[in-house]
C-alpha cells in the first residue's frame, strides 16, 4: 500500500484501543477502479440549489462490486442466495485480522499462523494488494481450498480481503468463493486494512439490503478487542442479529 506508514498504523490501532471505530471501507468515488470489464461507479446532480432548485440531489450508476461488499452465494451460482438473503450476524462480531502482505500466491493454513485449534468465526486478510490506492492490482495471495476447508470446520462465518477478490484475479473456476458458499460463509471484498495492525477486532460490516443482487456494498469498521472481550462483542453482536428483521 503506498501513502500509509507504520506511525500510521501505530497511531490508528492506539485509537482503537481506547473503543474507537476506524473505518476500512474503501472511499467510492467516479474512479474508484472497478474489475476489469465491470461497470464503473458513476453519481451525477439532478438537482442543484445553485440553480434554483429547493435542494441539492444526486444520482448513482455501477457494479455493486465496485469498492467495499459483500459477495452474494448468487454471484457464483444460479438458484443461490442473492444480496437480500444475507445475514448480518455473519457481517458483525469478533474477528481476526492476519497480515500476509509478504506473501505470493496460495496460502496454507500454516501460513496464516493462527493459534491451535481456535475457532476463526470471521477471518480478514491484508494482502497489502487493494485498489484502496486507486490502481487495480496484478495480483494477491489466496487461500487454498484445503485451508478453507479447514478454516470452516474451525467455525468459520466470514472471510474478508483487502483484494478485489478472495479468489486469484484469473480464476475461473472461483473455487474459494464456491467452497466458502457452500460451507454456509460469506465472503467481504476490498476492504481497505492498509492502517489495520493483525490481531483482535470487533468488525461491523452490515451490507445494504438490496433486493436480488449479486453482490451488495458495505461500510465496514473495526474496533480492536482484548482476548477477554471477546464473549462481549459476541453478544453485542448476536443482539444486533437478533433486533433486525432481515
Known sequence: MTGHTSETSSG???????????????????????????????????????????????????????????????????????????????????????????????????????????????????????????????????????????LLGRGLRLLGVDAPSVDARESKALEVHHRVFAGGAYLLENLDLSAVAPGRYELIALPLRLHGLDAAPVRAALRALSPDATTCATTAAESVATDVVV
Open 12 to 150: 490508528l490501532l492506539h485509537g482503537m484501543l481506547h473503543g474507537m471505530l476506524h473505518d476500512i471501507s474503501v472511499v467510492l468515488r467516479p474512479g474508484t477502479p472497478e474489475w476489469p470489464g465491470d461497470t464503473p461507479f458513476d453519481c451525477r446532480w439532478t438537482c442543484r440549489i445553485a440553480d434554483g432548485e429547493s435542494v441539492n440531489l444526486t444520482a448513482i450508476s455501477g457494479s455493486p462490486h465496485v469498492g467495499t461488499h459483500a459477495d452474494a452465494p448468487l454471484h457464483v451460482r444460479d438458484g443461490w442466495a442473492a444480496s437480500h438473503a444475507l445475514p448480518l450476524d455473519a457481517f458483525a462480531g469478533p474477528c481476526q485480522v492476519v497480515d500476509v502482505s509478504g506473501r505470493h500466491g496460495e496460502i496454507s493454513l500454516p501460513m496464516l499462523n493462527l493459534p491451535d485449534g481456535e475457532p476463526v468465526a470471521r477471518l480478514l486478510l491484508r494482502t497489502g494488494r487493494s485498489i484502496g490506492d486507486g490502481s487495480f492490482p496484478a495480483d494477491w495471495p489466496v487461500l487454498t481450498t484445503a485451508c478453507v476447508d479447514a
